[in-house]
């Protein structure tokens, strides 16, 4: 041979989820509002991505349309699949499918999503029964294994509880427990830990690290905890008016975070050597309040003329995508931390092996 034999390439990594421009506008009679707008996102094979940004920026409705719960009245243009399968065009049958098989849903209240009327065993079994054809023996068997993988001591007994006698850390248990009973490939998780103490918030994230680790599971995880985001995801979104304004790693968006909005939330986080929090000024805009320019302009400590006129672009450096007019470079980035007051005390993501 007269030269080296190139070294084979990587295989790429299967992608769990694809989002591809994805826009959204809900029809109330004559009225017209848009609520997402090219929404893009990946989620790779036992990767765990996270959504963080303020309530109404869209997280959960992007995390919705995964599996086809998108409201009725509505215009929906894009590409949305999962594990290659396409989800916008898909029929009701194609989509129990996945629903049952491919992608689960955790929800975020898990009062509002179980029958208060029934016990967890039915709750657990109903799924087992009408998807798989599993004998009611059968599905109270694995109903029982599903609560000891998660963490719930005395299976049996909580088979026979009412969502009532359980509490909010033991019901979000048993709402993981029904998302794995079809054995999904990919977790899509709507903010799991909300109004959960600080404790029960740990548990909860170690048994999604551990079945993520165990399992194989993608994640997909929408949190407004950006020190949580930070700390368990390969990759974060952050979300603003219905639009992803930042992407980039973990590790790279808590060290330079460049987008002025992603910099105002990582200043609004506690810290035990600040004595007062650094709230964003102004208030989150819905995606239809916004008539042109930067969506974020009105809050923007560093906005200019530009920023209220004309929508920026996208632009992308090594894997770090952010949609600002400011340059995208390590002093813009920069800037904007010192401009919000950030990295005064930097985050700590957690090693590839720790999260996984």
Excluded at 234 to 252: C, L, Q, W
Aim: aromatic share 2%; with cysteine.
């Amino acid at each position: 041979m007269t030269a080296a034999a190139a070294a084979p390439a990587a295989p790429p990594r299967t992608a769990m989820l694809e989002v591809a421009d994805l826009s959204i506008t809900v029809r109330r009679g004559a009225d017209r509002k848009p609520i997402l707008a090219s929404v893009s996102l990946t989620c790779a094979k036992g990767e765990i991505v996270g959504l963080v940004g303020e309530s109404g920026s869209g997280k959960s409705m992007t995390l919705r349309t995964a599996v086809g719960l998108t409201p009725e009245k509505a215009d929906v243009s894009g590409q949305v699949q999962v594990s290659g399968r396409d989800v916008l065009g898909a029929s009701p049958k194609e989509l129990a499918e996945v629903r049952s098989r491919t992608a689960s849903m955790i929800f975020q209240d898990p009062r509002a999503h179980i029958n208060p009327f029934q016990r967890i065993g039915t709750f657990l079994t109903e799924g087992l029964r009408l998807h798989q054809g599993r004998s009611k023996a059968e599905a109270t068997r694995m109903a029982a294994a599903l609560l000891a993988e998660v963490g719930l001591p005395d299976p049996d007994r909580h088979l026979r509880q009412y969502p009532h006698e359980l509490s909010g850390g033991m019901l979000q248990r048993v709402m993981i427990a029904a998302a794995l009973a079809g054995e999904p490939e990919l977790l899509l998780a709507d903010e799991p830990t909300t109004a959960l103490d600080v404790t029960t918030q740990a548990e909860i994230m170690s048994i999604l690290l551990r079945l993520r680790r165990e399992r194989g599971l993608s994640i997909v995880l929408v949190t407004h905890d950006l020190d949580l985001a930070v700390a368990c995801c390969d990759r974060i979104h952050v979300m603003y008016a219905g639009s992803i304004v930042e992407a980039a790693s973990a590790t790279e968006l808590a060290r330079a975070p460049q987008h002025p909005y992603t910099a105002a939330l990582f200043a609004a986080r506690p810290a035990p050597d600040r004595a007062e929090l650094r709230a964003v000024s102004g208030r989150p805009l819905g995606l239809y309040e916004v008539e042109r320019g930067c969506a974020f302009a009105p809050r923007c400590p560093r906005a200019v003329d530009v920023c209220h006129d004309v929508a920026p672009r996208t632009r992308e450096n090594d894997g770090h995508r952010v949609t600002c007019h400011l340059e995208e470079s390590a002093e813009a980035g920069q800037g904007a931390a010192e401009a919000s007051g950030t990295l005064t005390r930097p985050l700590t993501p957690l090693t590839k092996g720790e999260r996984s």
